[in-house]
C-alpha cells in the first residue's frame, strides 16, 4: 500500500512538471524581437560620394592686339588733329610749336631751347639770345597759360583750318594746349600767347 502511495506521488510529480514545462512562454522569439525593435545607438559611417569639381567659367580675356586696338579706338578728338606729346619733349627744350592743317596740308614744327638753339621745319637749327627765350616764357607765363584747358577744339573741326598745338616747360611743370583757328571759343589769352610765340619765330627767319 505504502508503495502505491509512493509511485502515485512521484506520478502526480511528474504531471505537474510537465504541465509547468508546456505553459511556460517562450521568451526567446520576444526576446529576439525586442532586440531587433530596439534603435541601433552606434553612428553609421557615412559614404562619402566623390566630389565633383565644378569646371571654372570661361574667362574673357583682351589680347594685346585687342588692347591697342582699344586705346586707339579712345584717342581724343584733339590728338586726331595732331597735338604734341609733351612726354616726347626733348632734353632742354622748353617750348614747342607745331602746326598743321590748312589748305596746303602744312605740317611743321619749331622747338625752343633753353640755351637759345630752335630745331626748324626744315631740320636746320638757329641760335638766339638767351634771354630772348627767357624773356618769351615770361611772357607767355604772365599770359596765364599754365591756367588754360588743355584743349579748345570743337565737335565740327571742318575745314581747311590750322592745328596749332603748344607745349611750354617751366620747372617741373609741362602744360599742352591744343586749338583751331577761327575757334570761337578760344580764350583771349590763347590767343595772345600764339601771336606771341608766332612772332618770336617769325622775327627769327
Given at each position: 500500500?505504502?508503495?502505491?502511495?509512493?509511485?502515485?506521488?512521484?506520478?502526480i510529480?511528474?504531471?505537474?512538471?510537465?504541465?509547468?514545462?508546456?505553459?511556460?512562454?517562450?521568451?526567446?522569439?520576444?526576446?529576439?524581437?525586442?532586440?531587433e525593435?530596439?534603435p541601433?545607438?552606434s553612428?553609421?559611417?557615412?559614404?562619402s560620394?566623390e566630389?565633383?569639381t565644378?569646371?571654372?567659367?570661361p574667362?574673357?580675356?583682351?589680347?594685346p592686339?585687342?588692347?591697342?586696338v582699344?586705346?586707339?579706338?579712345?584717342?581724343?578728338?584733339?590728338?586726331?588733329?595732331g597735338?604734341?606729346n609733351p612726354a616726347?619733349?626733348?632734353?632742354?627744350?622748353?617750348?614747342?610749336?607745331?602746326?598743321?592743317?590748312?589748305?596746303?596740308?602744312?605740317d611743321?614744327?619749331?622747338?625752343i631751347?633753353?640755351?637759345?638753339?630752335?630745331?626748324?621745319?626744315?631740320?636746320?637749327?638757329?641760335q638766339?639770345?638767351?634771354?630772348?627765350?627767357?624773356?618769351?616764357?615770361?611772357?607767355i607765363?604772365?599770359?596765364?597759360?599754365?591756367?588754360?584747358n588743355?584743349?579748345?577744339?570743337?565737335?565740327?573741326?571742318?575745314?581747311?583750318?590750322?592745328?596749332?598745338?603748344?607745349?611750354?616747360?617751366?620747372?617741373?611743370?609741362i602744360?599742352?594746349?591744343t586749338?583751331?583757328?577761327?575757334?570761337?571759343?578760344?580764350?583771349?589769352?590763347l590767343?595772345?600767347?600764339?601771336?606771341?610765340?608766332?612772332?618770336?619765330l617769325?622775327?627769327?627767319?
Amino acid at each position: 500500500m505504502k508503495k502505491w502511495f509512493v509511485f502515485l506521488a512521484a506520478l502526480i510529480l511528474l504531471t505537474a512538471c510537465a504541465a509547468a514545462e508546456l505553459s511556460a512562454p517562450d521568451v526567446e522569439p520576444a526576446l529576439t524581437a525586442v532586440l531587433e525593435s530596439k534603435p541601433s545607438t552606434s553612428t553609421p559611417t557615412p559614404i562619402s560620394p566623390e566630389t565633383e569639381t565644378a569646371e571654372p567659367a570661361p574667362t574673357a580675356t583682351v589680347e594685346p592686339a585687342e588692347t591697342a586696338v582699344i586705346e586707339q579706338l579712345a584717342v581724343s578728338e584733339e590728338e586726331k588733329v595732331g597735338s604734341v606729346n609733351p612726354a616726347a619733349m626733348p632734353v632742354g627744350a622748353v617750348i614747342i610749336f607745331h602746326q598743321s592743317g590748312g589748305f596746303a596740308g602744312l605740317d611743321q614744327q619749331w622747338i625752343i631751347y633753353l640755351d637759345g638753339s630752335i630745331d626748324l621745319p626744315d631740320g636746320t637749327q638757329k641760335q638766339v639770345e638767351v634771354s630772348q627765350v627767357q624773356t618769351l616764357l615770361e611772357d607767355i607765363q604772365a599770359a596765364n597759360f599754365f591756367d588754360l584747358n588743355e584743349s579748345y577744339v570743337p565737335l565740327d573741326a571742318c575745314c581747311d583750318r590750322f592745328v596749332y598745338s603748344l607745349v611750354v616747360r617751366q620747372g617741373d611743370r609741362i602744360h599742352q594746349v591744343t586749338t583751331l583757328s577761327d575757334t570761337p571759343q578760344m580764350p583771349v589769352e590763347l590767343q595772345e600767347i600764339l601771336e606771341l610765340v608766332s612772332g618770336f619765330l617769325a622775327s627769327q627767319s
